[in-house]
């Protein structure tokens, strides 16, 4: 079955520090692989997805198929970076096409 | 960029009542429209897919005729909550996805159900 697994629930780093978002899934098929954040009191937007092979606001994620993860990464944090992320996965075939996977979300919180 | 709105944002109704939530994509058309609910601090459970003119998909464990949801358009969907009680307060959130299968969501209905 298909699962999302973010094992931070809060993650704290200092501003300019490095920052890692762990995200791990299992699925079957041929996933596609989204972060999703969410500010304080906004709605759930779009980071990025793991075809696109972007920076989004200087977070890059790159999908290791052999490790099953999909690691969220920044080389210098933002106090603006603050907010909820979540990994999600798309399923790709049959009654479940199209549908997300919602990891339980990593807190960021960048302290001055 | 693609836009969903919600409306109400937030709604206070009587246990026993029934409320009604929409969901529009107001500058594309949404050939799929999801619905969530979201509890304080966890993540986003999906309630059920709905295409546009066809039956909602229910994800188990969510009662169809307690949630009831229709796509009568590709730009609107509704989600009702009939005979609301106390523990169906909570967050709803929709999402919208047309052609390019992305994602966009809505800012979210907060429901209080006292």
């Known amino acids: 079955a298909q699962r999302v697994t973010q094992p931070e629930k809060l993650l704290s780093v200092f501003k300019g520090a490095p920052v890692e978002l762990k995200c791990n899934y299992s699925?079957?098929?041929?996933?596609?692989l989204f972060w999703y954040v969410q500010y304080s009191r906004q709605r759930l937007q779009l980071l990025l997805r793991h075809i696109s092979r972007e920076s989004i606001k200087g977070f890059t994620a790159d999908l290791n198929k052999g490790e099953t993860s999909f690691h969220l990464k920044k080389p210098f944090a933002q106090e603006e970076d603050s907010a909820m992320y979540y990994c999600a996965l798309r399923a790709d075939r049959g009654s479940t096409l199209g549908r997300l996977y919602f990891g339980r979300g990593t807190q960021l919180t960048v302290w001055p | 960029g693609a836009v969903v709105s919600q409306h109400p944002s937030w709604v206070i109704c009587k246990s026993g009542t029934s409320v009604k939530i929409e969901c529009r994509s107001l500058?594309?058309?949404?050939?799929?429209m999801f619905w969530y609910r979201q509890f304080p601090k966890q993540s986003l459970m999906l309630m059920a897919t709905?295409?546009?003119?066809?039956?909602?998909?229910?994800e188990q464990g969510v009662e169809k005729d307690k949630f009831l949801i229709n796509h009568a358009s590709l730009t609107l969907s509704t989600l009702t909550v009939t005979s609301a009680h106390p523990e169906d307060s909570s967050f709803y959130i929709c999402?919208?996805?047309?052609?390019?299968?992305?994602?966009?969501f809505g800012p979210g209905t907060r429901l209080l159900v006292l």
């Open positions: 699925y079957s098929g041929s996933p596609e």
């Open positions: 999402s919208a996805s047309g052609r390019a299968e992305t994602q966009y």
């Open positions: 500058d594309f058309q949404a050939t799929t």
């Open positions: 709905s295409n546009e003119g066809s039956k909602a998909t229910y």
